[in-house]
């Protein structure tokens, strides 16, 4: 508690009567109410070096680091962008542009760069590690941009090599706490590719069923039915003939979805396969499962099936992968 009360205290004494101090004094004393802040948010167990002031911090102070001053104005930007309902105001825009202009840094280089769409981010970010190759933040968003949105594995493979090359020259930049991420994700996406297809239809309506691997992860399957004539004689009758494929297609990033809330969640790196009906089959349910060590699975209708034509997406995140050996199709209705 201590802690907490001392440098409100300092503060209410420090400025008492400051109004006739030279435009010098007042830039110390501003110095030392930053640095004051500084250590309460510390003292609250704040997550950044930084903290808000009323003022904005054109110029670094000389007693703060220049990682302070960029997590301040980090912190300063996120609150403009939540305050303009999740996007930054164009004035901000405009600020950070002029700034960066007027000082040619590496540090309003990078600001600058935060407020900018994802295109002209990254082409910002990779003049940045030109202009400033001892500059951290710049790969560090060169790693962000390529985690974030992974057209491929080689994108992911390249968001590490920028995020160590980061933390070789800063340990603590955000993006160092990914970088287990991108390492286990490149390390599971061999597995991820050769995950295999299996078919198990012991659950299911109908009284026979054909399956015949035609080819990797692809399968023909004949499901027959039997019915029943006047008198009462079995006919076996095809009721359906199709072929059934998984497919894998790409790293991609998972997003948990809070319908409810309206709200998104990254939840790192993951695998999207899509399941191939030949024909949007008419049966009740399809249910694929991930093999005997995950019973979890995906569930699928056939107006769904019919709807898509034929055509169903997968994910499979990659810390999931390590329990599971193959997706297995266990249940047609």
Request: hydrophobic share 35%.
């Amino acid at each position: 508690m201590k802690k907490i009360i001392l440098p409100i205290l300092v503060l209410s004494v420090l400025f008492a009567g400051c109004g006739k101090n030279s435009d010098t004094e007042k830039m110390k004393l501003e110095n030392e109410k930053l640095r004051l802040q500084l250590e309460l948010a510390k003292a609250n167990g704040a997550t950044t070096t930084a903290t808000t002031t009323t003022d904005f911090l054109e110029i670094k102070p000389n007693d703060m680091s220049d990682k302070e001053f960029i997590e301040w104005h980090r912190n300063y930007q996120d609150k403009e962008q939540k305050n303009n309902g999740g996007s930054y105001p164009t004035s901000l825009v405009l600020k950070y542009q002029k700034l960066k202009e007027k000082y040619n840094t590496d540090a309003y280089y990078y600001l600058y760069a935060r407020t900018l769409s994802a295109d002209e981010q990254f082409k910002l970010a990779n003049e940045m590690v030109k202009k400033f190759p001892k500059f951290a933040y710049g790969y560090n968003l060169l790693a962000s941009k390529y985690y974030d949105n992974p057209q491929s594995i080689d994108d992911v493979k390249k968001a590490l090599d920028y995020a160590k090359t980061g933390q070789s020259l800063d340990k603590d930049i955000p993006m160092v706490a990914y970088i287990p991420a991108m390492e286990q994700a490149i390390n599971a996406e061999k597995k991820a590719r050769n995950m295999p297809l299996e078919i198990n239809l012991g659950q299911t309506i109908y009284d026979k069923i054909e399956s015949t691997k035609t080819g990797k992860n692809k399968y023909r399957i004949i499901l027959k039915q039997n019915s029943y004539t006047g008198e009462m004689n079995i006919v076996q009758n095809i009721v359906k003939d199709f072929t059934v494929e998984m497919i894998y297609k790409n790293i991609v990033p998972i997003v948990n979805k809070n319908i409810f809330a309206g709200t998104e969640t990254r939840a790192g790196l993951g695998f999207e396969y899509q399941l191939v009906f030949s024909d949007p089959i008419s049966m009740g349910i399809v249910f694929v499962g991930e093999g005997e060590k995950n019973q979890t699975g995906v569930y699928m209708n056939r107006d769904d099936i019919k709807a898509n034509k034929g055509v169903e997406n997968i994910y499979l995140g990659v810390s999931d992968l390590s329990k599971t050996d193959s997706f297995v199709i266990n249940d047609l209705n």
